[in-house]
């Protein structure tokens, strides 16, 4: 158990829809990642909160946004949601730059059907 | 910016036979370099890192890996595999100016009887 807990486990949806994934991150971390693993994809950075402010975005579509709120947990919106957005979704938390390591979630799948 | 590159995507080898995961990465700064693993429907799990030191990282379940940076690789190995190390396994590296972890397109061992 890596202590980072994300609900909901699976999700199915339509196209054109939104969700809400929600992340708890491990105890008095306060970096939180998100991350896409998709087949075609493999595993894609989307966004890195610390201490609720935006660290860095990587290939984050402008129909997804996050947050992280002031008792760290974070959430990650999808909308108007398409086929191919598809895919197990993975929150990771980290304490900080000396070990470097992140500790992920058990992911979300979504479904688009 | 860095990348890491699994050369292979999948390697069937058989049970307590050696197994080899390579892994090359690119990046013009100092990295950290990790290895993790994916079982069927799990989230990832830290298998070793390199932060700095001894070239030859040990980690869990007898899994190790050595750091040659002149050769930008951080191969994986195990001397002898068994059925439940099947899972896939990434390659990631993050340097000390960044805030999130780059990933390889991951390489499924497959261990047979």
């Known amino acids: 158990d890596s202590g980072v807990t994300q609900t909901p486990k699976h999700l199915i949806t339509a196209t054109g829809q939104r969700v809400t994934l929600r992340c708890s991150p491990r105890?008095?971390?306060?970096?939180v990642y998100w991350y896409q693993q998709s087949l075609d994809q493999g595993l894609q950075f989307l966004i890195h909160?610390?201490?609720?402010?935006?660290?860095a975005k990587g290939n984050i579509l402008e129909r997804f946004s996050a947050q992280q709120f002031p008792d760290l947990h974070s959430e990650l919106n999808l909308s108007s949601l398409e086929l191919g957005d598809s895919a197990l979704y993975f929150c990771a938390s980290s304490g900080g730059w000396a070990t470097g390591e992140l500790f992920f979630g058990e992911g979300s799948r979504l479904t688009v059907l | 910016a860095q990348s890491v590159t699994q050369l292979d995507s999948q390697v069937p080898v058989f049970e307590e036979a050696p197994v080899e995961l390579r892994c090359n990465y690119s990046?013009?700064?100092?990295?950290?370099l990790f290895w993790y693993v994916q079982y069927p429907n799990q989230g990832l799990q830290l298998l070793l890192k390199?932060?700095?030191?001894?070239?030859l990282v040990k980690g869990i379940n007898g899994f190790e890996a050595e750091f040659n940076k002149s050769q930008t690789s951080f191969h994986l190995r195990k001397p002898s595999v068994h059925i439940s190390d099947t899972a896939e396994y990434f390659c990631?590296?993050?340097?000390?100016?960044?805030?999130?972890?780059?990933f390889g397109g991951g390489t499924r061992l497959m261990v047979k009887p």
């Open positions: 990631a590296v993050r340097t000390n100016a960044g805030n999130m972890l780059t």
């Open positions: 990046s013009s700064v100092s990295v950290y």
């Open positions: 909160y610390y201490n609720g402010e935006e660290r």
């Open positions: 105890s008095g971390d306060l970096s």
């Open positions: 390199y932060l700095s030191g001894s070239t």
